[in-house]
């Protein structure tokens, strides 16, 4: 039944099914939700890329005359300790949190799927023993290592973007070798090296190009991870020591204030909470848009 | 006789994202105590969405019946609650699947699934249940039945799931059976045992059978009266004898021609059905056979015909009436107009190029370790193809039948080398394949191409058909951009495409016309050989015909040599000059096709050919059919491997593997006592 | 079944053998001097650090270092650390009892409500339940531990003054932090359950039981869930590697004494040895519990208990 359902023939017009599709999506509420997490993050890149524009405060900027300030319509996240604006803060912190979060899944996605790709393809011995060797890290659990890793070399934040990438490369390469052992076993390939295409082609233009998708979507919902393992690292005060706090750092500052400042940890924390989430919701609808299976029961 | 099952005007309809899709309409049907009606069709006639709608499942589909009524012994089902419904599911109708492997939970013991039904509608203690699920298992043949009851799904054979989802479903004596292909998912010898064991249960327990097949030989087999469906309608309905004797549809009429019986002729060109099945998205309007009816009018095209009632039967055309008088006596008995060339042509080639060998195959065998990890060396070898020889003349279609696992198409995939071999040898082209390096290899796979089974996945779904087509041009041939496409959309029109469909993607094609793409694909290079492993075998009859059809116009255009690949015998019969049977990894009997039919020779070719069911009501076939199953091939039987099941067994054969020996000119056998 | 049993147990040791080479070697590697970090390099002479490196064999070659280390791991010596000369294996074990707790306390709670919402979001697809559920995976993975746990502080200690803030003293100062931890495990299995369970909803076998008459809470709780839980198992296994990380953060967070706080406060003085027990114990805890888990499938699934 399934299959005379989907099965669409030369006969049906696109623009027919363009049309149903659309008319499909409009009574879809999360789809709204979709649209309101791609909203939410252009408003965070905007944010690290220009806090200059959204912030009303610099955030070195000590008021001494409102310090430990409660949110109102001047400072709609209260003030701290110092007297400076926890919006500002807020705005200006996301600039190394999201730089850690993504410099470390793009270098994280590139090595780990890079290792899971080779493995995944040539198989064999080479194969196990990368494999056994993965199984060996993932004994570890990522934030241990990322902390081990960030103590040893130091606050610094290419440091904690090169831990926390660390810490991410097993899943990647995991993913990326499942995919590929997937890829590999289906019938068009097959049918490829029935032809006589050489090895070099059908990886470049049958596997490649169909691995894509799953490590985009791990990546996405790794990004999520990787702001959290980030922001968990500066919480601890392993990360960056300046002027302008990160996310983490702002939050591990304010709670020494939380009986009497409630808003110093609350809304950076909201923010990170905020961002995430949304990255989230992206990375599963990524998932369901391109993996047929999740997607059947709609 | 009262109707037990009286289905009125029944129309489903179905969720889906697109809107309500209609998948079913207005289908009436009715089933008499003790009957057994067949529903044939092929895929998306909504025969299987029907039963359904008979058990009311529909409605964890997202489906619901929108009009009409079902009446179950004097119960409206379509108006029961799901409540009301559980009381009857099981205990007055039962059902049986198509797949027995996916249809028992694989975290339950057999016997626990068995007691499950007994104990949801029997007041019996456990032990009760225990001994009657014992006693049901024990009827439906199979052995150590105590045993069997503790096993779980995965380690009992396909055949005997499917006896134990037997067993499930009359546990408590329901009045009406519905088997939705009990027996696609099977081998035709365990098909045929399935089969005669339905009969004997019907008679035993007195109960009506809905089988709903494609299959027209099951339905004359089984069947006291058939109903067609097509594009989720009723187009005919009448007795099992009429119907074959006079199909008044045309597409009943159709479907009838387009199957090969062991009665067809085979220079002849088979009868198909042009076009395919629509979609459920798009039905024509009016009549839905229209588009594919020879005799569609302008009216077809308008109006939907009723089902009429006709010499005591109903058809669903509005030419019906006009069409049986018209064409008196058509039905099977016409003949087509054979494709004169065919055979000439073959025997031209015999004759000039005196039997050229383009296969020549010595001793081949091909081994899988089993049990294999990291560190343990492989605890036992499954000989998948055992020290197998013959040959393939130029021009010439080898066809290749056995059961699933008995090794033909791992055969097919080493004799191109897809796999390598573990020892023997292959000449192609007076070339030894098995010694080529990879480079070389490649090279020479221009040569040879294979059509693949999955027409949906041996295709790349990201790639035009237009660059799968070209695919093999650009590997091997250095050709501009616009001289390849001039290629490829000949090679479109070739195998019945249209030239502007270049740009198209595979899901936008039927499975029949996919299967063309991956004709096209294959003929690309104009090689000299090419591997069809069960080419067909996916595609619904009507389909089936059209491709065997344009691989035979191909074949004398290019003049191709083909391995034809298959578990349906006819068409395999039909296409091919001479056929190997192949039994656990052993070549056990060549002929030429018709000597084959006529006069197996190895016991097993007799059983295999006694089990294809016959599309002839008054042919009752004899009963001798094979028993028991293949066994594993990790453990083959010793001696002649077919001993365990062969009626003509000996001592002999159980200690001594059978010569090969040639008991006519071109028919060889490795039996001990052949027939 | 016992030739697999001994199988699985030698190839944990050998993951363990690994993961000890593979932490010796990432903190070998890396760049940065212990020595350097307990004596203040303004006021130690050349002299001093030299004698400092072969009081602690650093000056040995890498092979008799490790050489070194792991002889004393399979005495039971994981060292001394370089702040107080304390023995390392001592110091974890004394405080891992609290990090135990917390890690089972929130194991359990993330168990129980994520198969509970798992499943019944995947039984009533679209219902209010089911939204709950998503809702619950999707803040639970999104959520920072550190940030929950000062909001659990926050309302409950601060504002409500039902639970202590702090400490590891009894059971009252368990419950806030291992639901802090337990959130994001049951975000994870919420989504995990839900989807495994939605497929298994689809599979055909549940047609079959339907056509037998079983009733729909036989057909989902009986046989649906059985099947959907065994890829929750081997998730939950793999989770409490990460729940037994996340009490490093909320450890801190709650200030209990735990293993977390060990690790985190021996990172901050760069008492590597520290560093090194820790990361190396948590390790073998987490191939031990997978180990279990993995023996628990084949009490679950018959297909891997009759494999062998």
Known sequence: ?298 | MSQLLDLQHVTVDFQSKNGLLTAIRDVSLQIKAGETVCLVGESGSGKTITSKAIMRLIDYEHGRISEGSIVLDGVNLAKLSQHELRGLRGKKMAMIFQEPMAAFDPVFTIGNQIMEAILEHQQVKKDVAWKQAIHLLERVGIPEPTLRMKQYPNELSGGMLQRAMIAMALACGPELLIADEPTTALDVTIQSQILQLLQELKAEYQMSILLITHDMGIAAEMADRIIVMYAGRVVEQATSEQLFEKPHHPYTRGLLRSITTIDSHRGNRLFSIEGSIPPLTDMPSGCRFHPRCPYATQKCLLDEPPLFEINGRQTACWHGEQLVESEDGIGKSEVMPPIAVIEPKHDQHHSTLQRQLLFDVKGLSKAYPVGKGLLQRASSLIHAVDDVSFTIEKGETFGLVGESGSGKSTLGRVLLQLEKASKGSIRFQGLELTQLKTAELQKDRRDMQVIFQDPYGSVNPRWQIGDIIGEPLMVHEDLDATVRRERVEALLEAVGLKRGWYERYPHEFSGGQRQRIGIARAIALNPSFVLADEAVSALDVSVQAQIVNLMQDLQRDLGLTYLFIAHGLHIVRHISDRIGVMYLGKLVEIAASEELFLHPAHHYTKGLIASIPVPDPKQKREPFSLQGEIPSPANPPSGCRFHTRCPAATARCKEEPPAWQEIQRGHWVACHHPA | ?308
């Not at chain 1, 004994?139 to 831990?163: E, R």
């Not at chain 3, 702090?166 to 989504?191: E, H, K």
Request: charged content about 15%; glycine content about 10%; proline content about 5%.
């Open chain 3, 1 to 308: 079944m016992c030739k697999r049993f001994l199988g699985r147990i030698l190839a944990s040791i050998v993951v363990v053998f690994g993961a000890l080479v593979f932490v010796f070697c990432i903190l070998y590697l890396l760049p940065g001097d212990p020595v350097l970090s307990i004596l203040d390099p303004a006021t130690a002479t050349p002299e001093m650090i030299e004698n400092m490196r072969k009081e602690l064999g650093l000056d040995q070659p890498f092979h008799i270092q490790f050489g070194n280390y792991f002889a004393g791991i399979l005495q039971g010596d994981f060292g001394t650390s370089l702040v107080n000369s304390d023995p390392v294996l001592p110091k974890i074990l004394l405080h891992f009892p609290a990090t135990l707790a917390l890690t089972l306390a929130s194991t359990i709670f993330s168990a129980v409500i994520g198969i509970v919402l798992g499943v019944l979001s995947a039984i009533h697809r679209n219902s209010w339940i089911d939204i709950v559920a998503r809702l619950v995976g999707l803040f639970g993975i999104s959520m920072p531990t550190f940030w929950s746990g000062i909001l659990l502080i926050l309302i409950f200690s601060v504002y409500l003054g039902w639970f202590p803030a702090m400490g590891s003293d009894g059971f009252m100062s368990l419950i806030l932090p291992s639901l802090a931890l337990g959130f994001v495990g049951a975000g994870f299995i919420v989504r995990m359950v839900r989807n495994s369970m939605l497929e298994v909803i689809h599979e055909h076998f549940i047609v079959t039981l339907r056509s037998k008459g079983l009733s729909e809470k036989a057909v989902m709780y009986r046989h649906a869930l059985r099947n959907a839980l065994i890829p929750a198992i081997t998730i939950i296994g793999i989770h409490i590697g990460d729940l037994l990380a996340g009490t490093v953060i909320i450890e801190t967070v709650f200030s209990r004494q735990g293993i977390g706080r060990v690790i985190a406060d021996a990172i901050m003085a760069r008492d590597l040895p520290v560093v090194q027990g820790v990361i190396f114990f948590s390790a073998i805890v987490y191939v031990v519990v997978n180990l279990l888990v993995d023996l628990s499938y084949s009490l679950v699934d018959p297909r891997v208990r009759r494999a062998s």
């Open chain 1, 1 to 298: 039944m399934k299959e005379v359902i989907s099965a669409k023939t030369v006969w049906q017009a696109p623009e027919l099914q363009a049309n149903a599709q659309r008319r499909g999506r409009e009574f879809d509420v999360s789809q709204l939700f979709v649209y309101a997490s791609g909203l939410v993050i252009l408003f965070y890149v905007l944010c690290a890329l220009a806090p200059q524009w959204v912030a009303p405060y610099e955030p070195t900027l000590m008021m001494t005359d409102k310090i430990l300030s409660p949110p109102s319509s001047t400072h709609w996240f209260g003030t701290d300790y110092f007297g400076r604006d926890v919006f500002s803060l807020t705005v200006y912190g996301s600039r190394d949190s999201l730089f850690i979060g993504v410099a470390s899944v793009l270098v994280g996605g590139l090595f780990g799927g890079a290792l899971g790709a080779f493995s995944g393809y040539i198989g064999g011995i080479v194969d196990t023993i990368l494999m056994r060797f993965i199984d060996i890290v993932m004994t570890i659990p990522g934030i241990l290592l990322a902390l081990a890793i960030a103590a040893a070399l130091g606050p610094h934040l290419f440091n904690i973007i090169l831990a926390v990438a660390i810490s991410a490369i097993p899943g990647y390469a995991r993913v990326m070798r499942g995919q590929i052992m997937s890829i590999k076993s289906r019938p068009f390939i097959t049918a490829s090296r029935s032809i006589g295409t050489p090895h070099r082609t059908i990886i470049l233009r049958h596997v490649l190009p169909h691995s894509w998708s799953p490590l985009l979507v791990m990546a996405t919902i790794g990004l999520g991870s990787s702001i959290l393992i980030g922001s968990g690292l500066s919480f601890l005060g392993l990360g960056i020591i300046k002027e302008i706090p990160d996310w983490g750092a702002l939050l591990s500052q304010g709670r020494g204030y939380l009986t009497v400042a409630w808003w110093i940890c609350t809304f950076p924390g909201l923010a990170i909470t905020l961002f995430v989430l949304s990255v989230n919701l992206i990375g599963d609808q990524l998932r369901d848009m391109l993996d047929p299976k999740t997607s059947r029961g709609r």
